[in-house]
């Protein structure tokens, strides 16, 4: 026999309409009534027809996620983590989740964003490619946006970021308040934001520190970790340097194997701090000091904003900016 929401109503011992309240949530009811309500629903084994529901209210109570992970690009973990805080979140809320992958390409994107404008999705969330600028306004749909990771200029929204300057500010100190003058910095493109941020950070700390800059220290190339072994080969080949500050993940894997493969000794040669902790950084050896980002957290964030938004859009935009810790190992 199929339960009815009249069902549950009596084993709650409220109304038809308060159940329908607690499922829809159109309407302010106690947490009392609603645990009540939640429990029958339980007891009974009560499905909501999400179908109705969201004809009913116009919501699908799914949101989109695009990220911007590339071929064999190991920053997926970062985004794989990311994508576990936002459903942790939704899923309590019931929401669903539905994931996309741009690979980093600004024309793919656009297709992403097409596609989930066609699914009638109540928010985007989406760390966004070098593409989204501010005449690209017009490409979403009419639901709310929470950016991570990276925040396009001019294009309005909420977004969570890590401080990437004061990231990158807080491992080059360290590398200088170990003695080292001569540090080289090596960075993906610096049209992502994340770079340029972690950039600032470097030029920073040299500056507060006395310690003048110095262009050829700096290697700019590709996010992966192919990049970082050159990267890592032309600095180290070309200038006399002691310690390196690699700002991703996939270019510090490289950085390590190419000192490996060259027999660096680390740190007594080159020390190195790396950004991101990931489960190869702990058991390399020595074991590489990194910036930790709270991933998991950034996405619990931009969940929570998500929902906060979809209730309240006519509030203004917030930022959340979030702090990263230096995990120190046994690489400088």
């Known amino acids: ?3 009815r929401i009249k069902d549950v109503a009596k084993e709650a011992g409220v109304s038809t309409a ?5 499922i829809n949530d159109t309407k302010f009811v106690s947490d009392e009534v609603k645990l009540k309500v939640e429990e029958a629903m339980k007891r009974l084994q009560y499905i909501p027809n999400m179908v109705a529901r969201s004809l009913r209210s116009r919501k699908s109570n799914t949101i989109g996620l695009i990220v911007p992970i590339k071929t064999n690009d190991n920053s997926n973990n970062f985004f794989l983590s990311v994508a576990n805080g936002i459903e942790e979140v939704l899923s309590k809320n019931g929401y669903h989740l539905l994931v996309s992958n741009s690979h980093e390409d600004p024309i793919e994107e656009i297709e992403r964003i097409k596609m989930f404008n066609t699914q009638r999705i109540d928010g985007l969330i989406i760390a966004p490619t070098s593409g989204i600028t501010r005449e690209s306004c017009g490409l979403f749909g009419h639901y709310p946006i929470v950016f ?26 360290a590398l200088i308040e170990k003695g080292h003058r001569k540090i080289g910095f090596i960075a993906g493109r610096m049209d992502i934001p994340t770079s340029n941020d972690r950039f600032n950070g470097y030029r920073k700390a040299l500056e507060d520190y006395g310690i003048g800059f110095n262009e050829d ?6 996010l992966n970790g192919a990049s970082g072994y050159e990267m890592t080969k032309e ?3 070309q200038e006399v340097i002691t310690a390196v500050f690699v700002a991703n993940n996939a270019m510090s894997l490289g950085a390590v194997k190419y000192l490996k493969d060259n027999h660096y000794d680390i740190p007594g040669d080159i020390a190195l701090i790396g950004f991101d902790d990931y489960e190869w950084t702990g058991i390399v050896n020595p074991p590489l000091s990194v910036i930790r980002q709270p991933s998991c957290e950034v996405g619990r964030r931009a969940a929570e904003i998500m929902l906060k938004r979809i209730k309240r859009s006519d509030s203004i935009c917030q930022g959340h900016l979030l702090e990263a810790e230096l995990i120190v190992r046994g690489s400088f």
Not at 18 to 22: I, N
Not at 217 to 222: A, H, P, T, V
Request: aromatic share 10%.
């Open 217 to 222: 220290y700096i290697r700019i190339g590709d």
């Open 235 to 237: 600095l180290i080949s």
């Open 148 to 173: 991570f990771d990276r925040r396009p200029e001019g294009v309005p929204g909420d977004w969570v970021l890590v401080d990437g300057m004061k990231s990158a500010y807080r491992g080059v100190s």
């Open 1 to 3: 026999m199929t339960t």
């Open 18 to 22: 308060t159940v329908s309240h607690v």
